[in-house]
Every structure is written in structure tokens, then in C-alpha cells.
């Protein structure tokens, strides 16, 4: 649910004069955003316990905590991708923008770093290497929240990739358990896909269902894994690999479909006009 400055979102007071004030009580897309901050917190409370015993009995983190932790980022992933959509059917408030960024923060930014210092610090031998690597996600989202308020709302991709699938691929990283270096090389490789200006396509229509139903099937994966079920191994690495092979396949996909677009014209076939502002 995200306006830039300059627009008021739905639901805001329209007086037709230099008095016209945003609408400051909450609409309901604004619960569904807020929805998305409290999962974010929890899953940082609840992995900061795990972390807290695990560091106490010199044992592992458990698995159970884990799995409840990014089921609980998963929620707010499917929060931010919802709240848009009854803004847009049901009317927002002047505020929703900023509280969707605030939440973003938490959910995206600080939650997917404390994974990662989580995991580097339980690791041992990472050093500093995981602490930077999780300073670069939380700045990397903040920057990343602040350039996207600047941008026009009628854009149909999102420059860089978007927050919740760079936390879900730092997560997906910190799951895998690679040795402390190499993860923290992943993780400031999605931390630089973040604030890059590769096109991600916006989940609209059938994506975002799509979307949806991808994080249906990780919380299965993940339930699996966490009861320690047959299979349940095979299924969490496998899925891993999936969502690392998503990101990486979805900027290649849509930039061969633009040059083949741009061949095409070249080709003397006449250019698509430049949508209105009315268009978005």
C-alpha cells in the first residue's frame, strides 16, 4: 500500500482547497499493514529466545523456533502483499504509505538481519564478516523504502528486488547453513540485488495468487521440516534452491523479454505510446 509524496492516498479527505488534510483514522488495509509489523516482531522475539537458549545450553538453535520464526515472515510477506489490495477495493488512510514503509522496516529489514547475526554468531568462526553482512540488509531495505516513495505510482516493476523477497532470500540463506564466509557473501550479494536497478515485475492478478501460494507451500516445507519429517530435509533444501534460482531467474527473464521487445522495433514495428498519468 504505497503512495509517493505529492499523492494522497484513497480515503483521504478531498476539500478541493489548500486546507484538504489526509485522513488520520485507520482504514482497514492500514490493519492488514500493521498486521505485517507485529509478525515481524515476533519472529524477532521469537528467534532472539531461541538464540538466548541455544547460546546458554551450547546447543543448536532449535528447529522448531526456526521454522516458527520464518513462518512468522512469511505472514508478514503475505500482509504487504494484501494490504495494497484493499486499500485500492476498500479505501486507505492518509498515512498508509508511511505506516507500510515503518512496517516494512521491521519486517524486511531488522527482522532478516537479525537472522543473519543470529546465524554468525551461533556459527563461531564468521567474526565481524556476518555483523556487516546484516548492516548492509537493514540499510539496504531503509534506502531501498526511501527511493521507491520517489518514485511514480503508476510503474508496473519495482527497481531492485523488492523487500520482502530480498529478506526471504537472506532467511533462505541463513537456512542452508553454508560456511559463515560464504554466506555472508550471499547475503550482501541480496543486500546490492536490493538497491540495484534490475526490474522485478509487481505481483498483480494471477501473480500475486501465485505469489501466495508459493508461501503456502514454504510453510508446509518448513512444518516439515521443523517435525523432523521424512523427507522433511530434502524438502527444505530443495526449496531453498528454488527461491535463490527465482531470484536470480526473474530479472534475466524480464530483461530478455524487453530486448526481444526493443528487436521488435527496431524491426519498424511501431512503439506502444507512453501510458498517461491517469493510466498508472
Not at 65 to 81: E, S
Amino acid at each position: 500500500m504505497i503512495t509517493t509524496k505529492g499523492h494522497l492516498a484513497p480515503g483521504t479527505a478531498a476539500m478541493g482547497s489548500e486546507d484538504a488534510v489526509p485522513s488520520l483514522r485507520l482504514a482497514m488495509a492500514d490493519y492488514f499493514t500493521l498486521g505485517n509489523a507485529l509478525c515481524g516482531f515476533m519472529a524477532v522475539w521469537q528467534l532472539a529466545a531461541a538464540a538466548h537458549y541455544a547460546a546458554a545450553a551450547s546447543v543448536p538453535l532449535q528447529r522448531d523456533a526456526i521454522a516458527t520464526a520464518v513462518i512468522l515472515l512469511l505472514a508478514a510477506a503475505a500482509f504487504d502483499l494484501f494490504d495494497g489490495r484493499v486499500a485500492r477495493k476498500f479505501g486507505g488512510s492518509g498515512m498508509g504509505a508511511e505506516l507500510d514503509n515503518l512496517a516494512d522496516v521491521i519486517s524486511f529489514g531488522f527482522a532478516p538481519a537479525f537472522f543473519v547475526v543470529a546465524w554468525g554468531t551461533l556459527g563461531g568462526d564468521g567474526g565481524i564478516a556476518p555483523v556487516i553482512a546484516a548492516a548492509a540488509v537493514l540499510l539496504a531495505v531503509v534506502v531501498r523504502l526511501a527511493r521507491f516513495s520517489c518514485q511514480s505510482p503508476g510503474a508496473t516493476s519495482f527497481s531492485g528486488l523488492p523487500g520482502p523477497f530480498g529478506a526471504m532470500a537472506v532467511v533462505t540463506i541463513v537456512l542452508l547453513d553454508p560456511p559463515v564466509l560464504v554466506g555472508t557473501v550471499a547475503v550482501l550479494v541480496v543486500a546490492w540485488l536490493m538497491v540495484s536497478r534490475i526490474e522485478y515485475p509487481k505481483p498483480r492478478g494471477r501473480l500475486a495468487y501465485a505469489v501466495l501460494a508459493w508461501m503456502l507451500g514454504s510453510v508446509a516445507c518448513l512444518a516439515a521440516w521443523a517435525m523432523d519429517a521424512p523427507a522433511g530435509e530434502a524438502l527444505l533444501y530443495s526449496g531453498s534452491s528454488l527461491v535463490l534460482m527465482l531470484m536470480l531467474a526473474i530479472p534475466v527473464y524480464v530483461f530478455m523479454t524487453r530486448r526481444g521487445g526493443h528487436d521488435d522495433e527496431d524491426d519498424g514495428l511501431p512503439a506502444p505510446a507512453p501510458p498517461t498519468p491517469r493510466e498508472g
